[in-house]
C-alpha cells in the first residue's frame, strides 16, 4: 500500500527566505505527482503536477522536482511572502490503470511566513 | 460558473440521521472523487466515480453510499450518522486521461452531534 510522508508537519520562516518542502512515497510506481494549497477552511488548490518522466515543474515561484527512483518529491519556493501560508499537500497517482486515477496524499506541511 | 461545487457548505446533523452532500461539475469530467479530510488521517478516498452509473470503493467506504446518474452529480448519502463521520469533506473531479490533474471542491463541514 502507498504510504506518502511530507517532512516537517510545520515550518515557520521571515518573509524572503527560500524554502523547500518534502514529499516521500514507499511505492516508486507512480504514474505522477501532484502539489497542492490548502488555505484554512478552503478547499486544494493545485499548484504543480509532474509527470513521472519529467525531473521538475515550474510556475513562478514554485518549482517542483521528483526522483521517482529514490521515492522522493520537493517543491521549492523561492522569496517566500506572507500570502504563502497555508498548508501545502503532495499527493502521488499510481502508475496502474485499473487504480481508478485516485491520489494517495501526504499529510501535509502547515507554512507560515512571517512578516 | 465553471467549476466545482459542494453544498453545503456546513452541516450539524444528529447520530442516527441519513444525510447527503452534494457536489456538482460543470467540466464534464469523467472522474468524480469524494475524500475525507481527518486531523492525523490526511486525505482519504471514500468513493470515486469513472463515469455515470459506475462507481467503486477506496479506502475508507464504510457508511457510505454514492450514486452518479448524471454525469456531473456525485451525491454521497450518510446513510445513518455517527460521530466518527464527523469529518471535511471533499469533492474532486477528472479527465478520465491519466496525466491529468484533479480539481477540489471547497469542502463541506460535517458535524454529527
Known amino acids: 500500500k502507498q504510504e506518502v510522508t511530507q517532512i516537517p508537519a510545520a515550518l515557520s520562516v521571515p518573509e524572503g527566505e527560500n524554502l523547500v518542502l518534502n514529499c516521500s512515497f514507499t511505492?516508486?510506481?507512480?504514474?505522477?505527482l501532484q502539489w497542492f494549497r490548502q488555505d484554512p477552511g478552503k478547499g486544494l488548490t493545485s499548484l504543480l503536477l509532474?509527470?513521472?518522466?519529467?525531473r521538475e515543474q515550474t510556475s513562478g515561484r514554485l518549482n517542483a522536482s521528483l526522483d521517482k527512483s529514490s521515492g522522493r518529491s520537493t517543491l521549492y519556493i523561492a522569496a517566500s511572502q506572507p500570502g504563502d501560508s497555508a498548508t501545502y499537500l503532495c499527493?502521488?497517482?499510481?502508475?496502474?490503470?485499473?487504480?481508478?486515477?485516485?491520489?494517495?496524499f501526504g499529510g501535509g506541511t502547515r507554512l507560515m511566513v512571517k512578516p | 460558473d465553471a467549476g466545482i461545487t459542494q453544498s453545503p457548505r456546513y452541516k450539524i446533523t444528529e447520530t442516527g440521521r441519513q444525510v447527503t452532500l452534494m457536489c456538482h461539475q460543470t467540466w464534464s469530467h469523467s472522474y468524480m472523487f469524494w475524500y475525507r479530510q481527518d486531523l492525523g488521517h490526511g486525505l482519504r478516498l471514500i468513493y470515486y466515480?469513472?463515469?455515470?452509473?459506475?462507481?467503486d470503493k477506496g479506502e475508507v467506504p464504510d457508511g457510505y453510499v454514492v450514486s452518479r446518474s448524471k454525469t456531473e452529480n456525485f451525491p454521497l448519502t450518510l446513510e445513518s450518522a455517527t460521530r466518527s463521520q464527523t469529518s471535511v469533506y471533499f469533492c474532486?473531479?477528472?479527465?478520465?486521461?491519466?496525466?491529468?490533474?484533479?480539481?477540489f471542491g471547497q469542502g463541506t463541514r460535517l458535524t454529527v452531534v
Open positions: 474532486a473531479s477528472s479527465w478520465a486521461e491519466m496525466n491529468t490533474e484533479a480539481f
Open positions: 509532474i509527470q513521472s518522466s519529467q
Open positions: 511505492d516508486s510506481a507512480i504514474y505522477n
Open positions: 466515480s469513472a463515469a455515470a452509473d459506475i462507481t
Open positions: 499527493a502521488v497517482k499510481a502508475d496502474e490503470s485499473n487504480a481508478g486515477n485516485m491520489l494517495t
